[in-house]
């Protein structure tokens, strides 16, 4: 079973930063991808962005020049740097993992979310 423990958020003005992270229990984490989503009040959860285990990255284009994902192996576990922050960027942000060995073998695991509130 695997545990995803999120930590970094809170209250942050307009043109703020804030960095998040997510540790992983296990030993799966070097071959999972990992990714951060968000969900704000009334909508539906959305991809922030994600990497795999070899260091390729995707983000949604609404956080794109201002979010980095990245990955420490060695500590399991992943961190969001969000730069330039938006009241538009007010959410909870829930980190995931995924991991595939085999169709038997698999998994996709959610952290209990972390609260990121940016005021104008």
């Known amino acids: 079973q695997v545990q995803l423990v999120e930590s970094g958020g809170g209250l942050v003005q307009a043109g703020g930063s804030l960095r998040l992270s997510c540790a992983a229990s296990?030993?799966?984490?070097?071959?999972?991808?990992m990714g951060w989503y968000r969900q704000a009040p009334g909508k539906q959860r959305e991809l922030v962005a994600a990497?795999?285990?070899?260091?390729?990255?995707n983000y949604a284009d609404s956080v794109k020049g201002r979010f980095t994902i990245s990955r420490d192996n060695a500590k399991n576990t992943v961190y969001l740097q969000m730069n330039s922050l938006k009241p538009e960027d007010t959410a909870g942000y829930y980190c995931?993992?995924?991991?595939?060995?085999?169709?038997?073998?698999?998994?996709?695991?959610w952290g209990q979310g972390t609260q990121v509130t940016v005021s104008s």
């Open positions: 995931n993992l995924k991991f595939y060995r085999a169709i038997w073998n698999r998994g996709d695991y």
């Open positions: 296990g030993n799966i984490f070097s071959i999972a991808t």
């Open positions: 990497i795999t285990s070899d260091g390729s990255t």
